[in-house]
């Protein structure tokens, strides 16, 4: 036992030579797990609905590290084969999938349009389980590979006046389960990161709610928003060797606010 303590080393962090994709990496938490993947070697493959890159690729190329970018709308189907070619043809491998692109639309449960629904379900669900299913394929194959899916604090709980957020994060942490049942045999570990509340361009109309805020706020056992430097080592200790035992777990990065 002694021996096995003596042979640990902080280098299983390490994604030196990994390959990446992260899908929305260009803003927000995307952009925040995309720059710390890089900062632990990796090279990305970011996916992106705009081209609005620029930013992100200074923060990966800063790091030394290599970055190619993608345009696609992943509610179409047919692009999901495109982006996994693209990335085996730039980079040979696929190492690292991070299934962060999602939307949120708000509205009361009686007032909630169909067409609001199917939008958020393709992005936030349907989009996670093709694109997760095709680089499934490479990483059997490879006989490894990390999946991250991003899940939330509406993988748990109800929420108001989101329905297809919250039934779509809680099919997020369905799909990871149901993945990694099936996956891990293969060397292929599947687990999520469940945010909590994070200062993003999406919750700015929450924060700017004085009432609702606040509200929040007292939840909140760290007594404050997370950022998205504080989800950046998560990522990384989930798309590393360190999580190698890890599979088919919902990871809650929320200050405390499940505990209350």
Not at 97 to 124: C, F, H, Q
Request: charged share 20%.
């Amino acid at each position: 036992m002694t021996t096995q303590f003596n042979d640990f080393s902080l280098d299983i962090f390490s994604l030196a030579s990994k390959v990446a994709i992260v899908t929305g990496g260009n803003t927000g938490l995307g952009q925040g797990y995309a720059a710390a993947l890089a900062k632990a070697g990796a090279d990305l493959f970011i996916v992106t609905y705009d081209n609005n890159w620029d930013e992100t690729r200074e923060l990966i190329e800063k790091e030394g590290r290599r970055v190619e970018f993608f345009q696609a709308d992943l509610t179409k189907r047919e692009v999901i084969k495109d982006v996994v070619s693209a990335c085996l043809q730039a980079y040979g491998k696929i190492d690292i999938l991070v299934n962060n692109a999602g939307t949120i639309r708000r509205a009361p449960l009686l007032e909630y349009k169909a067409e609001d629904w199917d939008a958020v379900m393709d992005i936030n669900l349907n989009s996670v389980y093709f694109l997760s299913q095709e680089v499934a394929k490479v990483m059997v194959e490879q006989k490894s590979g990390k999946i991250i899916n991003i899940a939330s604090m509406l993988s748990f709980q109800g929420g108001k006046f989101v329905p297809p957020y919250t039934a779509s994060k809680h099919g997020v942490a369905g799909i990871t389960k149901a993945f990694a049942n099936e996956l891990a045999e293969f060397g292929v570990q599947i687990n999520a990161i469940a945010p909590g509340y994070v200062a993003t361009a999406n919750t700015a109309p929450i924060r700017e709610d004085e009432k609702r805020n606040a509200e929040i706020l007292s939840r909140i056992p760290a007594g404050r928003w997370a950022t998205p430097a504080d989800l950046m080592g998560i990522v990384v200790f989930l798309a590393s060797q360190a999580s190698d035992y890890m599979n088919g777990h919902i990871l809650a990065v929320d200050g405390g606010w499940l505990a209350r």
